[in-house]
């Protein structure tokens, strides 16, 4: 296979485009498949990419425009550039649900044009499915789905199935076939390979399997993906408020959600948002970074407004200010640490809101269990630069306390949030980091400068 | 569908087993599929976990096995509880891949004993799977697959089917059949829908599609996923060193491993190392953690050095220690956006190694700007708790510096380190705000205390 993610290749296309040899660019392009060609055009500008559309016949050109659909930034200026005339070309090559997500990504203007251009059936299809909500599973299935009854002969079914398929404009692949009764109630499942291998005069219902798992409509795509994981589907079906078969989501649009999830959940953890990899602006990349950078500065101003409040205990014993950075760091990590496992446990589904108090328990137990081995390393350190064992033990008292009130904040805040039906993904990155930081400098100064803990002990 | 991850669920199944009404508990394990156990026995005890299993029928008990494979610290202490017999009885019903996956989870012993007990053929199949790297292609696949050849019919292929898999002892589905050659050179495919809708009479060669993509036996499973994942295939055929098809990799694999690729990116990112969201030993968890604590100690003992050497200044001017915190947040926030986008980018493919130089640059005039814009609000912050412009513009002055180190330090660790054939992925985390966080205060001290901007402005 040739590998076009070379920077060679793409550099090779535009100096085609720019030396003006397009009968060599079009040989050139020919030898790629869509995904070869897309890989390109994420490496060109914005005028290269339209050259290289043109070259393309039209079903290739809209499987280029579908592969894009990951990098909605590229996607769009190549669209804008694009004539009503030229896009629904490309959409009656889409399959459904890949038209539905292409026409929702355009400014209302350009996707009601194009709208008008489509012929009457498909435009009724189209509309239908962009009434869904994107994330949901009618955002994201096709309705172009299977359906036999349950009373056919395995010989009627397939050719039922034949003329179905001949009546569709585009022919797309399916593994599962959908039993229905009358009312096109979900009842079973047959797979593609079953009916391929039984005998031709087998009733369906014989070989069909009964426990269907299907969704709602308007179930959400995280919960659609997570059903499909745990039960190992290629294929979901999808059902209305009637429980009546109105189209399947496949497995390739749930990898699709499951890296969409994997991108937010980073970008939450590193603070860039939204931003995607290939994005090239400087200001759109600032934009979507500095939020974050915000959150750390305001939080900077109050950790210091906390600080000069001792500023003449911290100018008699400097040592203490010292150990500020180490105290905020190791509270942000023990609070990253706890926040991220109870994150992803409420993403799976492995921790329940309700397990609150067991949770808990266990980081304040871990938290503890590390942050007392961390403050007893802080008290030889402390002790070794200040020469002062009241002021080491005193300040690896303060850690300790510090590191239990993080594992307590991280552990308790997602799961709160997710009461509240806030994203408890938001609290993994800078915010919680933040507010531990400035919350963990806090409670090491009150302590270090109000008690001693060698005079206690004693 | 019930709900098996109701706590109350599994609360109901230790409740039957302490109060020992077996009956009632076989009733109710009867109402559940294997995905639904599976999810009750992660919320049990080991002893209650192994009573469950005593009551499953050898085929659910192995698919619910199967399903654990995900939580390997609870699967694990479930083996060690079991007879070699017992346990090859489980591994008879698995499908190949899950089978070798089962028993590479084992200890050595356990594994040749259960090796031996066997059947030859089954110990064959086995042998020759173990002996592929876990995350390679060969170590993903299964060797149950259906091949075809060019020149017969699709009425002969469908019964040559048939046969293959009357063979076999545990039925998969399949959605794609290989065309091979008489040496087993894979030279085309053709999906099950295909070979369902066609006349039964077209000779196979003219309804397959010569593309093919397929990948080498000793592939890492995280190239397997992105090819899998740029094709949209629900299944990628594996080939030996002779192009000779010898096996299968299916979408729930590659699904896993994308849920496990995440998991340790996050893993890394938040420091919770390789511990599971099921994990329920403290010492486990404590051990998984400490190291990722242990970097940010020894930094903030570095940092208190640094700080150490200006404790004279620092009594004379304590305003400056005040931001300090504030320097350490954006530094390290700063470095975590730019090496969490190279990060990704290295792993998709959409960043090069040779990129360097364009991505550096990309990455230093973000953090310009918004190292820039951040600088100015100190500034002014500074000003305010200070009255002293002069400091103000020096701290601002020192922060922006800062923060382009951080740039820097962000965007080329991760490309140099994946040139060196290290993870990447290890840059996300506490290792690169520590050194963020100790560089950024020696720069923000040693620029605050030498130099006095508003002089050198004058």
């Known amino acids: 296979m040739a590998k076009a993610h070379d920077p060679q290749f793409s ?225 979901v079906p999808v059902i209305d408020k009637h429980l009546r078969l109105i189209g399947r989501v496949t497995i390739d649009d749930l990898v699709d959600v499951m890296a969409e999830e994997y991108h937010e959940d980073i970008g939450h953890f590193a603070g860039t948002g939204d931003e995607e990899v290939s994005e090239t602006s400087i200001i759109k990349t600032s934009r979507d970074r500095l939020p974050w950078l915000l959150i750390g500065l305001i939080g900077g101003f109050i950790s210091a407004l906390v600080m000069s409040t001792y500023e003449n205990a911290l100018i008699n014993l400097p040592e203490v200010a010292f150990f500020i950075p180490l105290v905020a760091a190791l509270g942000g990590s023990i609070g990253i640490q706890s926040s991220s496992i109870v994150v992803r446990g409420l993403a799976t589904g492995a921790i329940q809101t309700s397990d609150l108090i067991v949770r808990l328990s266990k980081e304040l137990r871990v938290g503890f269990l590390n942050g007392f081995i961390c403050s007893m390393v802080l008290v030889g350190m402390t002790w070794y630069l200040s020469q002062n064992l009241s002021m080491a033990l005193t300040s690896g008292t303060a850690l300790l306390l510090v590191v239990c009130f993080a594992a307590f904040v991280g552990s308790t805040i997602p799961i709160l949030m997710k009461r509240m039906n806030i994203d408890p993904a938001l609290a993994t990155g800078p915010f919680i980091t933040t507010s531990n930081d400035i919350i963990g400098i806090a409670i090491y100064l009150a302590i270090t400068f109000n008690f001693d803990m060698l005079s206690l002990i004693q």
């Open 11 to 235: 550099k090779l296309v535009k100096k085609l485009i720019n030396t003006q040899r397009p009968q060599v660019l079009k040989s050139l392009l020919e030898t790629l498949n869509p995904v070869e060609i897309s890989n390109i055009l994420l490496q060109l500008k914005l005028r290269h990419q339209l050259a290289v559309l043109e070259m393309l016949d039209r079903e290739t050109a809209s499987e280029v425009l579908t592969n894009l659909q990951d990098s909605s930034s590229v996607l769009e200026s190549i669209v804008e550039e694009m004539s009503p005339e030229q896009l629904s070309g490309f959409i009656g090559e889409m399959p459904g649900d890949d038209a539905a997500d292409f026409v929702s990504m355009m400014e209302e203007d350009q996707a009601d044009a194009i709208l008008e251009t489509l012929p009457p059936k498909e435009r009724d299809t189209l509309t239908q499915l962009l009434q869904y909500d994107e994330e949901s599973a009618g955002g994201l299935m096709t309705p172009f789905v299977v359906s036999i009854l349950k009373d056919q002969t395995v010989g009627q079914a397939i050719r039922e199935i034949q003329a179905y398929v001949k009546k569709q404009p585009q022919f797309q692949l399916f593994y599962t076939a959908y039993v229905v009764d009358e009312y096109r109630h979900l009842i079973g499942t047959v797979s593609v390979t079953e009916l391929l291998l039984a005998d031709k005069r087998t009733l369906i219902q014989n070989l069909m399997n009964p426990e269907v798992v299907a969704v709602d409509q308007d179930l959400d795509q995280e919960e659609v993906l997570r059903l499909a994981k745990e039960y190992d589907l290629v294929v």
